[in-house]
T-cell receptor
């Protein structure tokens, strides 16, 4: 139980285009989903917190107009990287929280490469 | 923001040996969690220890928490090659937002 999937697992796009990444909780309803980014050999940095039916809360320094988050249902959150640039190339990971648990279940990540 | 510092940054041990890694943090917490990440993959939750707990066990894992020193340790006993991974501590102040440490890369040699 408690499986989180991400799609796509990797994507290559050209500079200036937009990319959408999906995060789904497969066997539970996620009250909250989180989006992180991770640069090579570095730790995870929280980008934003997403609650179903409400606007995402972004961490300081994260551009909300660049990283659009939509939490359309209790099992799906999407992250759209708009007008992507090479510096947006990174590993994007989502996680989901189930009910009142403090434990988060992580997706397998999406590797984005912007050329 | 990242508030955890982990040491060592890297650890290489022989199969069967124990691996110990430490995590320090700066602010008060509700709980501290340890995760494992295999190269290029997502994170796997290992163990959660609450701020009012001092020690917790799960299989070959032992976690301690010292809130007075704002530090935690993760011990993996009788290591196996499959334990090769990066290990991260993450603190939660009670708002469910995780702040991750820099991670310890563990290599277990056969």
């Amino acid at each position: 139980g408690a499986v989180v999937s991400q799609h796509p697992s990797w994507v290559i796009c050209k500079s200036g285009t937009s990319v959408k990444i999906e995060c789904r909780s497969l066997d539970f309803q996620a009250t909250t989903m989180f989006w992180y980014r991770q640069f090579p050999k570095q730790s995870l940095m929280l980008m934003a917190t997403s609650n179903e039916g409400s606007k995402a809360t972004y961490e300081q320094g994260v551009e909300k107009d660049k990283f659009l988050i939509n939490h359309a249902s209790l099992t799906l959150s999407t992250l759209t990287v708009t007008s992507a640039h090479p510096e947006d190339s990174s590993f994007y990971i989502c996680s989901a929280r189930n009910g009142n648990s403090y434990e988060q279940y992580f997706g397998p990540g999406t590797r984005l490469t912007v050329t | 923001s990242q508030q955890g510092e982990e040491d060592p940054q890297a650890l290489s041990i022989q199969e069967g040996e124990n691996a110990t890694m430490n995590c320090s943090y700066k602010t008060s917490i509700n709980n501290l969690q340890w995760y494992r990440q295999n190269s290029g993959r997502g994170l796997v939750h290992l163990i959660l220890i609450r701020s009012n707990e001092r020690e917790k066990h799960s299989g070959r894992l032992r976690v301690t928490l010292d809130t007075s020193k704002k530090s935690s340790s993760l011990l993996i006993t009788a290591s196996r090659a499959a334990d090769t991974a990066s290990y991260f501590c993450a603190t939660d102040r009670g708002d469910y937002k995780l702040s991750f440490g820099a991670g310890t890369t563990v290599t277990v040699r056969a």
